[in-house]
């Protein structure tokens, strides 16, 4: 059910919503333009194309997502991979690439995928974010400092090493209103009362004031880096196809729908907890899938939930689609308006602005605590995925990183693989009667799941049985699941134990179990009649054998 839907059924776009929903709506765009524009210079694009993405991801996310709060737009965590995708491809590859990890966020959310990719290891998210965070501070040093113009070079130690050797350079009326702005940013928001008022907004519009005022030659604003903002409303406009720009931006699509993903539904989640509402994953993926599609026909470039102007949107008591409407309607009307007045905006507070964003992102205090506090395990794999966003890109990082969680897991879950003979008391224990067992009768229990990872444990104890006993039964009632290489490995050790006229009964088996063993050829083996649903069957049947044998 999409947010629209769902507020109006619980009453939230109600009249007596509206004032507060509104209200919300016009801060969060006033708060969205600074972020917006300054994250679309920094991913290497005009600054009108990051108002753009804002107002049309922040329309359809709100109507078609699946949290009521949530803001979307572009954010911090793009801009390292959308700028080198620009580099490359140019903004038409940038657009067609958005596009087409639009479409991979609705068959994720087609596929109910919401809910695999919330539980992306935390070392992983917060080793890329910190990384990303890292390099959007160290991208910004030629608009913080106001650098001459620096050629291109492709890793990041060359641009840093460069950027070193250039800090003599600076220019120094760029540098005091990046130090001033940088100043507002930091103490505006501990300052009661004047705290209410954005302080990003705050700090843009007086570094605009001074820089219009002096007219400083040697600033770099938006009308001399890009003629800036036209006057108006977005205009529909389709890239250039063809299948060789498809195939070619396959990749970074993924990437972009990847990295889309996660960051909205962590916003959501976050949202969720300050709000007390619980949002829809597979539906604020398609909500996000559309905004993807739709934002680069109009001029825009990738949007994802921003998780500082949804918190910013439930703080002033947004509890709507309505209030990120307005938001995208605020940006609107700004564009009409007040678009002449932005040439004067210089870079340098944009860059200030992103400092910030960068600390925020990274979330130095929590990352250090990690470091210090988490196994060595996650350690590792934080600090690997740190150093491979800054080092190579985003891509190898995310990958290496969820590899590693994944085979760490692996190996927690192979540990918790018991396999194990069961004494006569531990057997009467659990089945709450005394039981004794026959000296020929022999039997395991198997506890944990077994998969390919786990299977050398159930190996070991079976070889290891000291003596041949005419029956072994083995217990699998704490077994969860077993994959097609478990069966694989136990279908090849009964037949090792049948060879030496050991004959297997298995029982306390699920269904999902059974149903997999039917599937395959391991009843072949092993005979249906030696599958039991209860311990007690199969232990009778052994017994019932056994007295046969002593008759004879």
Same mark, same amino acid.
């Given at each position: ?8 059924? $619980? ?5 007596? $919503? ?5 209200? /919300? ?44 709060? $949530? ?23 940038? !657009?067609?690439?958005? @596009? ?14 919401? %809910? ?48 070193? !050797? ?28 004047? %705290? ?10 007086? /570094? ?22 036209? !006057? ?80 910013? %949107? ?12 307005? +938001? ?32 925020? @992102? ?45 085979? $760490? ?23 709450? +009667? ?28 079976? +070889? ?33 134990? !049948?060879?030496? %006229? ?37 232990? +009778? ?12």
């Amino acid at each position: 059910m999409f947010a629209i839907q769902r507020a109006y059924q $619980q009453g939230l776009l109600a009249k007596s $919503q509206w004032s507060k929903n509104i209200v /919300a709506g016009l801060v969060v765009g006033v708060v969205a333009l600074p972020l917006a524009m300054a994250f679309a210079i920094a991913s290497g694009v005009t600054p009108q194309a990051g108002i753009y993405t804002a107002i049309i991801a922040g329309i359809f996310v709100s109507i078609f997502g699946g949290s009521q709060v $949530q803001i979307a737009g572009p954010t911090g965590a793009f801009i390292v991979l959308l700028s080198s995708i620009v580099v490359t491809y140019g903004f038409d590859g940038l !657009q067609i690439a958005t @596009m087409m990890a639009g479409i991979m966020l609705l068959l994720m959310s087609v596929a109910k995928l919401g %809910n695999v990719i919330r539980f992306i290891p935390a070392p992983v998210i917060m080793g890329f974010t910190a990384g990303i965070g890292v390099t959007i501070w160290v991208g910004q040093w030629p608009y913080f400092f106001g650098f001459p113009s620096l050629p291109y070079v492709e890793h990041f130690h060359e641009k840093l090493w460069l950027m070193i !050797q250039s800090l003599p350079y600076s220019d120094i009326p760029t540098l005091c209103i990046s130090i001033f702005s940088l100043i507002l940013l930091l103490v505006l928001p501990k300052i009661p009362y004047i %705290n209410k008022v954005p302080a990003p907004i705050v700090a843009m519009v007086i /570094a605009t004031f001074i820089q219009g005022y002096y007219q400083f030659p040697t600033v770099q604003t938006i009308g001399t880096a890009f003629g800036g903002i036209p !006057q108006g409303l977005p205009e529909f406009s389709f890239p250039s196809l063809s299948l060789d720009k498809i195939f070619s931006l396959m990749g970074p699509a993924f990437t972009i729908a990847m990295l889309g993903a996660i960051e909205s539904l962590l916003s959501a989640v976050v949202a969720d907890g300050m709000s007390g509402q619980k949002h829809e994953s597979n539906t604020e993926l398609f909500g996000q899938g559309l905004a993807n599609i739709f934002a680069p026909l109009f001029g825009g470039i990738a949007a994802t939930g921003a998780i500082a102007r949804t918190a910013t %949107n439930i703080r002033q008591g947004g509890t709507s689609p309505l209030a990120g409407i307005v +938001h995208a309607i605020t940006l609107g009307a700004i564009l009409l308006f007040l678009a002449p007045y932005a040439v004067y905006i210089p870079l340098a507070s944009m860059a200030a602005i992103l400092f910030v964003v960068s600390y925020n @992102m990274s979330d130095a205090p929590r990352f250090i605590r990690m470091i210090r506090l988490a196994p060595k395990a996650d350690q590792t794999i934080l600090i690997l995925t740190f150093f491979l966003t800054i080092f190579t890109d985003l891509v190898v990082a995310v990958n290496v990183g969820v590899v590693l969680a994944v085979l $760490q897991f692996m190996r927690k879950m192979i540990e918790t693989v018991d396999v194990h003979e069961v004494s006569c008391k531990e057997l009467s224990e659990q089945i709450k +009667h005394e039981i004794e067992i026959h000296p020929d009768i022999m039997v395991y229990t198997v506890e944990g799941p077994l998969f390919f990872g786990a299977i050398t444990a159930f190996e070991r104890a079976l +070889h290891s049985i000291h003596k041949d006993p005419k029956y072994l039964i083995i217990r699998f009632g704490a077994v969860p699941f077993v994959d097609l290489t478990g069966l694989r490995i136990l279908k090849g050790i009964i037949e090792e134990l !049948q060879a030496r %006229n050991i004959e297997v009964l298995l029982s306390d088996i699920n269904y999902d179990i059974r149903r997999e063993m039917y599937k395959s050829d391991f009843l072949d083996i092993l005979g249906r009649h030696h599958l039991y649903r209860r311990f007690e069957s199969a232990l +009778h049947k052994v017994e019932h054998d056994l007295s046969l044998q002593d008759k004879e």
